[in-house]
């Protein structure tokens, strides 16, 4: 059984296989800078829930580098008993801050196999290009096959990486389907956008799909000025997909 729960309108959950409660990329106070203000800060449009109003979870999962999915201050009010599974470039960010102070657990690249926390398995999902790190996925396995695949800003697998994820039938995939494009310069298109999506639902054949960072964030500084950005509504995103399930506000979703 999957249970997801929206903590926030952008790319934060909290995911329950079983007996195991996730909370992934959570940015639950304050606003998120990429690099200094003046480049680029958002804030949310919608008020996320609380930290006091998640309830209890196992591990912190921290997909990306980037403070809109790794959020120092919001990881600083939780608990420091939870461990904090992270990619590599995640977790060596997170060190910066807090140390040996917390309890990491590598998320490696599926080529080298798998974590294996309580009755879970996760692996990362590189792009080809070792200058994007934007366009990577997490792969989680359940069990008795709950197995999601987490792609925030879009995810194009090479053929290999189509082979091996054959192995594991998707129960629900976690993508984008809103667009944000940025000159090349600045990183070209971070949000992949609807065909990618689509694209990518054909090949994994998901029972479910369920969108993610796509709120359209308060945000001050040079990248907002120069953005491109489309973001489809929740119905033309449904027509598209007929195994599209909206979660638009912070019920319990059971999948």
């Not at 680029?40 to 006091?52: A, F, I, K, S, T």
């Not at 926390?117 to 008795?144: C, K, M, W, Y």
């Not at 369920?210 to 027509?239: C, N």
């Amino acid at each position: 059984m999957i249970t997801l729960q929206r903590l926030n309108h952008d790319t934060s959950w909290k995911i329950t296989i079983n007996n195991s409660r996730l909370l992934l990329d959570p940015w639950l106070i304050g606003t998120e800078i990429d690099g200094f203000s003046w480049f680029n800060e958002q804030w949310h449009r919608v008020p996320p829930l609380g930290v006091e109003e998640i309830g209890e979870v196992d591990y912190i999962v921290v997909s990306q580098p980037f403070s809109d999915h790794c959020h120092e201050e919001t990881i600083e009010v939780l608990s420091p008993d939870l461990p904090i599974v992270a990619v590599a470039a995640a977790r060596k960010r997170l060190e910066k801050t807090f140390g040996q102070s917390r309890q990491f657990l590598d998320i490696p690249a599926a080529k080298d196999g798998f974590l294996e926390i309580a009755e879970l398995r996760l692996a990362q999902f590189n792009t080809p290009s070792l200058l994007d790190q934007v366009h990577n996925a997490l792969l989680i396995l359940g069990p008795d096959g709950e197995n999601i695949f987490y792609a925030p800003h879009g995810f194009v697998p090479n053929a290999q990486q189509i082979s091996f994820l054959q192995q594991f039938p998707i129960h629900i995939l976690i993508t984008t389907t809103s667009e944000y494009h940025l000159p090349f310069f600045l990183g070209g298109t971070v949000n992949l956008g609807m065909r990618s999506m689509q694209k990518l639902a054909q090949i994994l054949q998901p029972k479910h799909i369920i969108s993610t960072h796509d709120e359209q964030k308060h945000a001050k500084g040079l990248v907002p000025r120069i953005a491109r950005t489309f973001y489809p509504s929740a119905a033309m995103v449904k027509e598209k997909l007929g195994n599209y399930v909206a979660v638009e506000d912070y019920r319990v979703v059971e999948l």
